[in-house]
């Protein structure tokens, strides 16, 4: 398991810095375009195919991001009709959100940045 999980996370990271080396795009943009297609692939439902088979190593990633927000958008319609989409939209991803904050924090009083 923890080799599947190696193999797929480095796969993506090695797709991810061969197109930020060959292309004018920034960081911003390829965090916000893998964002979008696990999205897609979520909508597609191969997302979770690749949650059972990788393991971790796809839910670190930046991808999971994208799967976190379709499927509690989807659960929200489900549950409330179109405005649920919108009310249960950070439910799953929000401790995501917060623990990148507190980390953030905590990482910017141990360490000093360079200029």
């Not at 971790?56 to 989409?85: K, Q």
Request: with cysteine.
């Amino acid at each position: 398991m923890y080799l599947k999980a190696f193999i797929f996370s480095g796969i993506v990271c090695l797709i991810c810095q061969i197109v930020l080396d060959n292309t004018k795009l920034t960081p911003g943009h390829i965090t916000s375009a893998v964002t979008v297609i696990g999205a897609i692939l979520s909508f597609l439902g191969i997302y979770d195919k690749l949650i059972s088979w990788a393991g971790a190593g796809a839910t670190v990633l930046i991808a999971n991001f994208g799967h976190m927000l379709y499927s509690a958008g989807v659960e929200g319609y489900a549950d409330s009709g179109f405005l649920g989409i919108f009310s249960n939209l950070l439910c799953k991803s929000g401790i995501a959100i917060v623990s990148v904050i507190v980390f953030s924090f905590v990482f910017t009083l141990l360490f000093k940045a360079k200029d």
